[in-house]
């Protein structure tokens, strides 16, 4: 009786081991939140830091820049706000954060944190949108590439 | 002998005399190397990773005798580079941002009329910043007075503390409608920034001089007045000058001559 227990534990243990691996796999979930459209930015090779980096920690870089900025007149553009704006605005809306698939507010929304930026920054790209390396940072990482290269 | 004594003590290879020697070229060589660094500065503008430095101090001088009666060019300048919206268009006249505006004046006894701009004159003992609760208010190496609206809580202290009504609060919101360059939202206190923007990027003048210039007016100049070698500086030397209100001791960044 003991041994039909015991086998009878094991079994259940592996289904529910089983069923709970089947529920890992990335399916949409009836009833679960709709996962943010994180749009491909408009230009640039890649971003100023890793793609993980930057999802954790994006705020802290730009919090940091925002005093240096503000307070001393430091305007590099590697981590400033409008170089960020530069790269990642939609070209539906020409906006970071008007529309709610626009690159910001997709993931805010999405993790319900309130952005505070767009009260007094504009969400729009200095002059006409460009698909062009215009960005000094950006150009000198293209030349840069292109010396590794040769 | 005995005054040949010392001597022996400093030969040159005396420890002394070395540490003395180096201390001595260390200094001829940071002289040598500020003042170049400085000139760099001063005649291209300042690099975008350099922070603002205090051996600038921008200021204005503003000839009362060449700004002309009914000309305005100097606040649509303004309005326009900063993004703020003219008062006359404002839903809201009363209370609408005004980061520089125009005053005619008239003495009763003589009739005599003056005409000048008015704006935050960037005092270097700022009220503003003396009685700001957050340090939102604050003035920048360069002399500059600005409000960072990152801690302004828009108490509007300082624009009770201004004596020259300069500052003004951002009632309603914005809509999205701000310059990349010049952010401003609602709730917070702002005011004349010598564009600083435009100072940053290394253009060594500000829209309202620019517009006063391209007018043919020349009322307006703008510089450096730590450096000799500038107009500002040149023309503060020659030409009488005063500071409004100057007996509240503020030292201020704008001056004005023929008033």
């Known amino acids: 009786m003991k041994r039909l227990l015991a086998l009878g534990a094991v079994v259940m243990m592996t289904a529910a081991l089983a069923w709970a691996g089947l529920d890992d796999d990335d399916q949409p ?33 730009l919090d940091h820049h925002r005093d240096e900025t503000v307070l001393k007149g430091i305007r590099t553009k590697k981590y400033s706000l409008k170089g960020c704006i530069d790269c990642h605005v939609s070209e539906k809306t020409g906006s970071v954060a008007t529309a709610k698939d626009d690159f910001c507010v997709s993931c805010h929304s999405y993790a319900a944190v ?37 | 002998m005995s005054e040949l004594k010392p001597m022996s003590d400093n030969a040159p290879d005396s420890p002394e005399r070395r540490r003395f020697i180096g201390a001595a ?16 500065e001063v005649a291209h503008g300042r690099p975008e990773d350099q922070a603002a430095s205090s051996a600038v101090r921008w200021g204005m001088l503003v000839d009362a005798n060449q700004c002309a009666t009914g000309c305005d060019d100097c606040v649509t300048a303004c309005s326009t580079e900063n993004g703020w919206t003219p008062v006359a268009e404002s839903a809201h006249p009363t209370q609408a941002p005004q980061w520089i505006r125009k005053l005619e004046l008239q003495d009763p006894l003589t009739q005599m009329e003056t005409n000048l701009p008015m ?7 700022a009220p503003c910043v003396d009685v700001c609760p ?15 609206r990152h801690t302004c809580i828009g108490c509007r202290y300082c624009m009770m503390a201004c004596p020259y009504k300069a500052r003004s609060l951002v009632h309603e919101s914005l809509n999205d409608t701000q310059k990349p360059d010049v952010p401003r939202g609602i709730g917070c206190v702002e005011s004349c920034t010598f564009c600083v923007q435009k100072i940053d990027r290394g253009d060594g003048t500000t829209a309202c001089v620019e517009a006063c210039t391209a007018a043919g007016h020349n009322a307006l100049v703008f510089g450096d007045m730590n450096d000799p070698e500038s107009e500002i500086s040149k023309r503060l030397r020659e030409l009488p000058t005063k500071q409004v209100r100057a007996d509240l001791n503020l030292n201020l960044g704008v001056r004005y001559h023929g008033i």
């Open chain 1, 29 to 61: 979930r009836a009833g679960g939140a709709p996962r943010p459209v994180i749009a491909e930015p408009i230009k640039g090779e890649r971003c100023v830091e890793d793609e993980a980096y930057m999802r954790r920690n994006h705020m802290r870089l």
């Open chain 1, 114 to 150: 309130k952005i505070d930026c767009f009260d007094c920054h504009s969400t729009k790209p200095q002059g006409p949108m460009t698909t062009q390396a215009s960005n000094a940072e950006t150009a000198h990482d293209m030349h840069g590439m292109a010396e590794g290269n040769q």
């Open chain 2, 25 to 40: 070229t260390a200094t001829a060589a940071g002289l040598t190397l500020v003042p170049g660094v400085m000139l760099i």
């Open chain 2, 119 to 125: 704006m935050c004159q960037h005092c270097a003992d």
């Open chain 2, 134 to 148: 957050t340090g939102a208010s604050f003035k920048r190496a360069d002399g500059i007075v600005l409000v960072n």
